[in-house]
């Protein structure tokens, strides 16, 4: 009983403190992001999240990722139709382009693929 009632007292005593520091609370629209460049991984969720409500379908894997000059680029892939059995699927790679804030500004289709089947040579050597 005794840590209940100091953690209700630590509580209650953080709560002024709270309030006297500005730098801490934020509106409905602050935005505690907008002033900072996002991580890779933010990064990431943001574009598969985005990608998956433009498009309807949902990013299975991220199989490239750079920065760039403009922001950020990655290729996703998404799985375009379930077919049975699962290797016969057809898979897409999705190239995608974010700002620097990590809210993405284009993306296309680059190629359609079965799970099941190996890449033959890329153009370009890759």
Do not use: C, I
């Not at 359609?112 to 890329?122: N, P």
């Amino acid at each position: 009983m005794s840590n209940t009632k100091n953690t209700q007292e630590s509580q209650g005593s953080q709560k002024p403190q709270d309030s006297q520091n500005p730098q801490k609370t934020h509106t409905s629209n602050d935005d505690p992001t907008a002033d900072r460049r996002p991580s890779p991984m933010e990064v990431l969720r943001r574009a598969r999240g985005q990608l998956a409500e433009l498009t309807g379908m949902e990013a299975e894997s991220v199989s490239s990722f750079a920065q760039t000059e403009q922001g950020w680029s990655l290729e996703v892939e998404v799985l375009e139709l379930e077919r049975v059995p699962d290797t016969m699927s057809l898979m897409a790679s999705y190239e995608v382009e974010l700002d620097p804030q990590g809210q993405l500004t284009g993306y296309r289709r680059v190629r359609r693929y079965e799970r099941g089947r190996a890449d033959a040579r890329r153009p370009g050597g890759r």
